[in-house]
């Protein structure tokens, strides 16, 4: 105990003088941040005073030019001036939170190593008081216990032993204790941070990062990064500090934030996860959903189903039949088996529906319908077929460009004949002339402009061709039926949100596409919603890009998806290096809540549910809908007594989900979050199933698991995902007869 005291005072000593320099430093940088706002404040006084305000002078513009280049210079560093006092303050709450002492090699000496959110570097000694936890030494923290240990520099691998490992909790520059720890990271401290409560906003996890996890964090090897993670493991969390790491390191790799993309299921997620970057100290990343590059890449051209509107009418849709066909075409549309008969048709409609014309002009021909196929078919310029047919269509405008002034010409001589145009022969024959390249044009385009969504078209309206294209290959048996209704879709100007991915894929192999090309890394969370072809789309959006690809197989709700979708993704993307990692323990839930969302599932997962034990969940029984309102209710006000912030009535759709707020509304402040919310309310919220995954709640309310409402396996995945949400309460309710889809249970 003595020991203790007195690495205690130690501990202490030391975090007061790194705070004192801090301080210090804090302070240099806000004179700094006064001086440079002056600077800034004198440049802008003077490029107003001295520059002429209205003025298209060159030398006046290239005056003006001058002082924007410096004001931009000086707004640049206000700016970084103002991120390191941000960084300084942030770190006087908390300027560390773990310790390792390191012989490295043969060395006697000992580096005492302190690691937090930032490096705290001393310019005068040079002696590094914090280390960042994204360093490369820091690596250890994560990955050792006390021993032989390793980590890989700028230089190579370098080895030593960890004689100490420790653990701080620091709350406002006060240091209420530290542990010494033989494991990774303190039990006692995972199970502090995770029984905190849930917030609208995602934090980071820099403290509690585990072994497995750092794996996936720190990853530079390879191009393709695949992890599959069950329920709560932290992949999303995982994601997102592997990109502050990344660009941690970009100084080297040349990777800035507007080189990384997330492509996020939805806007509710994309905002619930936007704070952790920042508070790592790093910008926001681009965010982008799969509806959002369906807007922007086919304009709205035809109206489109959007994802959460796909999965609201298949869980909705009562109607067998309707159901099954509608299933059977989200799978083949989504399938490699039609990305091939796309390609198929791609080839067809080049050889065999793009109708070349004899090109005249003037009476004279330049170039014959032969020469022009003949010229497009074996082109060996690379280019996508929609742009080297619009370098056809240059070339012959190259050639009629000098025949034209010819033209034009000859139609002067023929105008100043005619009466009534003896003042305006010029502006006459040039009226005529416009009319004639026109209609020339409009010509020439009707073989050098191709259309997506026409091709996509004939592929179901032309008859036979479907067949023709699909030979060899294996088609569902109720293919005439997915058939006819796209052809009806069509023809009613609406597509499913299945022919979107289809639709992209015909786009982006016939014209290319350049609106992503400075993207290196791109990160797909929640990867098993995606299908095939959405990979195969994605593949051809990012051609340069390394992708890290997150996913749970068994928070699939519309397909039937298994482990072969990452072997599928591998092919797809066929990068140089590819890994599978997987991640078997859950941190999100406690033990109770973990093991019976388990049992939902009616498969064995393997997965280790951390020994964070809380309240079992419970399953109430009600005689109806307004004796299960006000159960809830009563439950609800009991919960915000007990201190949970966030808590969710997790409804099976977006219309039940109205239905109970109406309801509820008249009896506790809630908040709906429906297709069109993008963001998530503090308090109390009522939500569907399916935009609740990948967030998380204090207390989770599932409503209405009556028999009636949860009986099929597509229930019993939305169950699964509405459980999984739970940090640390979880109640159940039914009315008449309760889902059989619910685990035998015993409070």
């Known amino acids: 105990m003595d020991n203790y005291y007195e690495a205690f005072e130690e501990e202490t000593e030391y975090l007061n003088s790194t705070l004192r320099f801090i301080k210090n430093e804090l302070n240099k940088e806000l004179e700094t941040l006064m001086n440079r706002k002056n600077e800034l404040l004198k440049s802008r006084r003077e490029m107003y005073e001295n520059t002429v305000h209205f003025s298209t002078d060159f030398e006046r513009l290239t005056e003006i030019s001058q002082y924007l280049s410096v004001l931009n210079s000086q707004t640049s560093s206000y700016g970084s001036t103002m991120k390191q006092i941000e960084k300084y303050e942030k770190m006087l709450t908390s300027p560390y939170f773990g310790r390792f002492d390191f012989v490295e090699g043969d060395s006697e000496e000992k580096e005492k190593i302190y690691i937090g959110l930032h490096n705290i570097i001393d310019s005068q000694t040079c002696d590094i008081l914090v280390y960042d936890w994204r360093a490369p030494i820091s690596s250890i923290f994560y990955n050792y216990e006390l021993g032989n240990a390793s980590y890989r520099s700028p230089n ?62 720190r990853d530079t090897d390879n191009e ?80 489109i189903e959007k994802r959460n ?5 298949l869980i909705t849709d009562k109607k067998q039949e309707k159901l099954c066909a509608r299933k059977s075409s989200i799978m083949f549309k989504g399938s490699r088996t039609f990305s091939k008969i796309l390609n198929r048709l791609i080839k067809y409609y080049i050889r065999n529906m793009i109708e070349f014309e004899d090109v005249y002009y003037d009476g004279k021909i330049i170039e014959t319908k032969e020469l022009l196929k003949n010229q497009f078919l074996n082109d060996k310029t690379g280019l996508p077929m929609a742009r080297n047919l619009k370098r056809i269509e240059n070339i012959l405008f190259h050639k009629i460009h000098p025949l034209r002034k010819e033209r034009i010409k000859r139609i002067e001589e023929f105008v100043q004949k005619i009466d009534g145009h003896e003042f305006e ?66 023809e009613r100007g609406y597509l499913c949100f299945e022919d979107c991915a289809p639709l992209l894929f015909i786009r982006l192999k016939i014209e290319g596409n350049d609106m992503f090309s400075e993207i290196k890394q791109v990160v797909i969370d929640e990867a098993q919603d995606y299908s095939p072809m959405q990979y195969e789309v994605l593949n051809l959006l990012f051609k340069e890009g ?8 068994h928070q699939s709700i519309d397909k039937d998806v298994n482990l072969s979708i990452y072997d599928t993704i591998d092919e797809i993307f066929n990068k140089r290096k590819s890994v599978k990692l ?57 919960l915000i007594k007990e201190g949970y912030e ?91 007869e309760k889902s059989l889809l619910i685990p035998d249970f015993h409070n």
């Open 224 to 303: 393709l990064l695949i992890v599959q993670g069950v329920a709560g493991s932290g992949k999303t969390s995982i994601a997102l500090h592997r990109i502050a790491f990344l660009l941690y390191h970009g100084m080297n790799s040349k990777l800035y934030s507007n080189n990384i993309i997330i492509i996020s299921p939805n806007n509710i997620f994309s905002e619930y996860i936007s704070g952790v970057l920042p508070e790592l100290g790093e910008e926001n990343v681009q965010q982008i959903t799969f509806d959002e590059i369906a807007a922007k890449l086919l304009e709205e051209r035809i109206k």
């Open 646 to 736: 966030s808590i969710a009535v997790i409804c099976k759709t977006a219309e039940e989900s109205k239905e109970v707020y109406m309801r509820l509304k008249k009896l506790v402040h809630i908040k709906l979050i429906d297709l069109k919310d993008d963001e998530i309310a503090t308090g109390v919220i009522v939500i569907p199933t399916y935009m609740a995954k990948g967030l998380e709640f204090d207390a989770v309310i599932v409503y209405n698991v009556s028999h009636d409402n949860y009986f099929t396996e597509l229930d019993r995945k939305l169950l699964y995902v509405a459980c999984t949400r739970a940090l640390h309460r979880l109640g159940l309710y039914y009315a008449r």
């Open 156 to 217: 190579g691998s370098i080895e030593g032993n960890v004689l100490l490992k420790r653990q701080y909790k620091i709350e406002r520059g006060h240091l209420e204790y530290f542990f010494d720890c033989n494991i990774t990271i303190n039990d006692e401290i995972l199970h502090n941070m995770l029984c905190r409560n849930s917030s609208t906003k995602m934090q980071n996890i820099i403290e509690t990062i585990q072994k497995e996890q750092d794996m996936v964090i």
């Open 582 to 638: 997987f991640l078997h323990r859950s941190y999100r839930s406690s033990y109770e809540i973990s093991n019976f969302s388990q049992k939902i599932l009616n498969i064995q997962q393997n997965c280790i549910s951390l020994e964070r034990h809380g309240v079992k969940p419970f399953i109430k029984y009600n005689k109806n809908l307004v004796d299960m309102d006000d159960t809830i209710v009563k439950n609800i006000k009991e």
């Open 546 to 553: 390394k992708f890290t690809v997150l996913g749970d197989i």
């Open 309 to 313: 509107e796909q999965l609201e009418n």
């Open 425 to 490: 022969v010029k502006s006459f024959s040039r009226l005529i002339s416009i009319k004639e390249s026109t209609k020339l044009l409009k010509n020439i385009r009707k073989f050098t402009e191709i259309d997506y969504l026409h091709m996509y078209s004939v592929l179901f309206n032309k008859t036979g061709l479907f067949s023709k294209l699909a030979q060899g290959l294996e088609l569902p048996e109720d293919i005439e039926q997915v058939i006819e209704i796209t052809k009806n879709n069509l």
